[in-house]
């Protein structure tokens, strides 16, 4: 079975300042794939990145990079420059199903301090 | 282009009372459809999936139940509402090789 911690309910940053979210996973498998879904009050689920477990890069979507350490079961957020739109819960998640059932994390509340 | 459509947004209902909350997908066929709940503050909760019409997967027993009368077309119901079925409803889809895609979500209150 899959499990993701993510282990900061709550987290803020300066606007315009850098920011790292934290997920933890566990996985006896070898090939699944790892996302990071934004949800701002609107309560709308937003793909943000995803990351092959494959992969050896860490992928990069704008502002967003994450920091992919397959040993240690570790994929953390990087929010750059950060701005006030990117207030919002922050869900961590690994499928390892080719029918694509999510095992989600808990979620982390990111605040923007203006 | 691909679009996951949802409704209710909001929904009050008593206690007892019956549950129809309908997901349609357009511009694909044969998407694979999802149902989750997200208690308030809490992360999400599968608990329906289907593959293809009238194949549907429970994750976790309770007193939902999901169809999918159609290709396109995935519906949560209930006979009877509990309390304990309030929650922000989701529905997903997934294109091909691709991550999840959410609808607005329904917020349903059993009062």
């Known amino acids: 079975a899959q499990t993701v911690t993510q282990s900061q309910p709550e987290m803020s940053v300066q606007e315009a300042e850098t920011v790292t979210l934290s997920c933890t996973y566990d996985t006896s498998e070898s090939d699944y794939y790892l996302f990071w879904y934004k949800q701002p009050p609107s309560r709308q689920m937003i793909l943000v990145i995803r990351?092959?477990?494959?992969k050896q890069q860490n992928a990069t979507e704008n502002r967003f990079s994450v920091n992919f350490q397959k040993a240690a079961k570790s994929f953390s957020l990087k929010i750059s420059d950060s701005q006030l739109g990117d207030a919002a819960m922050y869900f961590c998640?690994?499928?390892?199903?080719?029918?694509?059932?999510?095992?989600w994390g808990a979620g982390t509340k990111l605040i923007i301090k203006p | 282009s691909q679009t996951i459509h949802q409704w209710p947004a909001t929904l009050v209902q008593p206690v007892g009372s019956p549950l129809s909350l309908e997901c349609t997908v357009e511009g694909t066929s044969n998407p694979n459809l999802y149902w989750y709940r997200q208690a308030a503050g809490r992360g999400l909760q599968l608990l329906f999936y289907?593959?293809?019409?009238?194949?549907i997967s429970s994750e976790v027993p309770q007193n939902l139940s999901a169809s999918r009368p159609q290709d396109r077309q995935f519906i949560l119901s209930s006979k009877k509402l509990l309390l304990s079925d309030s929650g922000f409803y989701l529905c997903?889809?997934?294109?091909?090789?691709?991550?999840?895609?959410f609808g607005n979500g329904t917020r349903l209150t059993v009062t």
């Open positions: 998640a690994i499928t390892v199903d080719s029918n694509y059932q999510l095992i």
């Open positions: 289907s593959v293809g019409i009238g194949q």
């Open positions: 990351q092959e477990a494959y």
């Open positions: 997903a889809w997934r294109p091909p090789n691709s991550p999840l895609h």
